[in-house]
Nanobody
Framework: QVQLVEHGGDSVQPGASLYLSCQAS????????MAWYRQAPGTQRELVAT???????RHTEIAKGRFTISRDNGKNTVYLRMDNLKPEDTAVYLC???????????????WGKGTQGTGSS
């Protein structure tokens, strides 16, 4: 099995920054696209950004200009740097990774349990 664990969530003042990380571990052959989502109370989960194994990134409108996704393939880790946080950024931030456990398997999407990020305190 594959586990994803997020770190870095905190409660910060508006305008501050947070740096989230998510590391995959377990039976991993390779990891394709990794992504960050977020979910605020009472709302649907929404995509923040994605990054491919080749480091091609896509930031949604939520993230453009303030958030930056990146990854370290050697560490099976995806990062999300969030700058100029706003109260509306308060949410649980979750990572997802499309992971193959063997060379012949199709990729399966695994999720972390999330880390709380708050842009107001």
């Amino acid at each position: 099995q594959v586990q994803l664990v997020e770190h870095g969530g905190d409660s910060v003042q508006p305008g501050a920054s947070l740096y989230l990380s998510c590391q995959a571990s377990g039976q991993i052959f390779d990891i394709g696209t990794m992504a960050w989502y977020r979910q605020a109370p009472g709302t649907q989960r929404e995509l923040v950004a994605t990054v491919t194994r080749e480091h091609n990134v896509r930031h949604t409108e939520i993230a453009k200009g303030r958030f930056t996704i990146s990854r370290d393939n050697g560490k099976n880790t995806v990062y999300l740097r969030m700058d100029n946080l706003k109260p509306e950024d308060t949410a649980v931030y979750l990572c997802k990774a499309a992971t193959r456990t063997t060379q012949v398997d199709n990729a399966v999407e695994y999720w972390g349990k999330g880390t709380q990020g708050t842009g107001s305190s």
